[in-house]
Each structure stands twice: as structure tokens, then as C-alpha cells.
């Protein structure tokens, strides 16, 4: 009942930059947090960034000061703007929510979950 649809991957050059978005739908009353997670072939899914309800944020050491994250909470969406784009970031980038929403029966639920992903792709 809640969905999480990424958008904006794409191939880059180095030193380019992407947009990815993130959209949550569903009859969501409360986000916690939101956060972009990326996963490069035979590696860990690992932390990119990720922010919470009141704006606070938290990125990796490898993207700090090359990436953003930022959010609009009317539309529950959440941004990760990357600059500087260099050979170690093309991963699937996820975007991950942890929030509460109502289902179909009212009843109030927690939702902690992933979106599809989006392939980054950074090549010359």
C-alpha cells in the first residue's frame, strides 16, 4: 500500500552531474526519514545520504560535499542532486523510507522499505 518510485538515473560523464528522485505514495500521515542507499556490482549496499523529518542530514564520507539531499515533505518526495559524478559512484541507487500510513481497513502502519532503483551509470 505505500510505494516508492525512484526516477532520474542515467549514464554521466565524469564530473557530470544527475538528479534523482524519489516519490512515496499511498496514504502516508508520517515520514520519518528517507534516504538514498547505492549498491555497486559484487559490493555491500552501502549509506549514501539520508535526512529526516525535521531537515536533518547525513551523507557518506565518499559523496560529502559532492552530493545533496534534500526533500519536499508536501509531495513526499526526496532529492539526491550529485555533482562531480566519478568512476567509484555508478551503483543501483535505492531510495529507502521509513514512515507510517494508513491502510485500507484504518489502521495505522509502520513502512520500512525500498524502492525499484536506478542504475547510475558513469563512463566517458
Known amino acids: 500500500q505505500v510505494q516508492l518510485v525512484e526516477s532520474g538515473g542515467g549514464l554521466v560523464q565524469p564530473g557530470g552531474s544527475l538528479r534523482l528522485s524519489c516519490a512515496a505514495s499511498g496514504n502516508i500521515f508520517r515520514i520519518n526519514a528517507m534516504g538514498w542507499y547505492r549498491q555497486a556490482p559484487g559490493k555491500q549496499r552501502e549509506l549514501v545520504a539520508a535526512?529526516?523529518?525535521?531537515?536533518?542530514?547525513n551523507c557518506a564520507d565518499s559523496v560529502n560535499g559532492r552530493f545533496t539531499i534534500s526533500r519536499d515533505n508536501a509531495e513526499n518526495l526526496v532529492y539526491l542532486q550529485m555533482n562531480s559524478l566519478n568512476p567509484k559512484d555508478p551503483a543501483i541507487y535505492y531510495c529507502h523510507a521509513d514512515l507510517q500510513y494508513i491502510s485500507y481497513a484504518g489502521l495505522s502502519h509502520n513502512f520500512r522499505g525500498w524502492g525499484q532503483g536506478t542504475q547510475v551509470t558513469v563512463s566517458s
Open positions: 535526512i529526516t523529518s525535521g531537515g536533518s542530514t
